[in-house]
């Protein structure tokens, strides 16, 4: 959806006094979210957030976001590898609404009195302004992968079919879809994917 001109303006005015706090705000934004759904831990490095390098990595974000609040277009790749990585995770919609609220919230416990009603619906609209263009492209990436040979929408179990050991560090291991399909895999280099080996920590 596009910006009114009020979250635009509000989000312009107010960036030079969120940019000191921004990590701060980050910091206590994943602290909230994931004490409260402790399953989204799934989507994070937890190694990440001990070193606190995924709250700086939200805040670099949320910079750049609030930066180019006006020109939107410049951040494509960003959000075209954050939209990539995301589907490899299995980030869905219904996902967003949580970031929304315990982001705002940390906004708030954060700026205090600074943030009034009205900074408040101007950076609600912007946050949800960007989860609707992620929300929106990720469903267009859904649907691609499932369309491309051998491939599938959401989680999909496979076997161990073959392990090389080339070395004591390195091996190469091969896997076979368990539901009997045995053809080929359309991919892109590079591209993200997630494996999920049922370990727990």
């Known amino acids: 959806m596009a910006l009114s001109k009020h979250a ?3 989000v312009k005015a107010t960036a030079p006094a969120v ?3 921004v990590q701060e705000i980050t910091t206590l934004f994943y602290k909230k979210m994931l004490g409260r759904h402790p399953e989204l831990y799934q989507f994070f490095n937890k190694a990440g957030q001990r070193t606190k390098r995924q709250p700086r990595a939200l805040a670099d974000a949320v910079l750049a976001y609030a930066g180019n609040i ?3 277009g410049v951040l494509g790749p960003a959000v075209e590898r954050m939209a990539m990585k995301h589907c490899a995770l299995q980030v869905k919609p219904e996902h967003y609404g949580i970031v ?3 982001l705002m919230e940390a906004i708030g416990e954060t700026l205090g009195d600074a943030v009034t009603e ?4 101007g950076w609600s609209e912007a946050v949800n302004a960007l989860a609707g263009i992620l929300i929106n ?9 499932a369309q491309r040979e051998g491939g599938w929408s959401g989680w999909r179990k496979f076997a161990i079919a073959e392990r090389t050991k080339h070395n004591d560090s390195v091996s190469t291991i091969s896997f076979k879809a368990i539901d ?7 991919f892109t280099p590079g591209m993200y994917l997630t494996v999920d080996a049922g370990l727990k920590d």
Do not use: S
């Open 8 to 10: 635009i303006d509000t």
């Open 19 to 21: 940019a000191p706090h």
């Open 70 to 72: 006006e020109n939107l």
């Open 100 to 102: 929304h609220d315990n």
């Open 118 to 121: 009205d900074v408040a619906a």
């Open 137 to 145: 492209h990720e469903a267009g990436l859904y649907e691609a992968a």
């Open 180 to 186: 009997g399909y045995d053809g080929g895999f359309d």
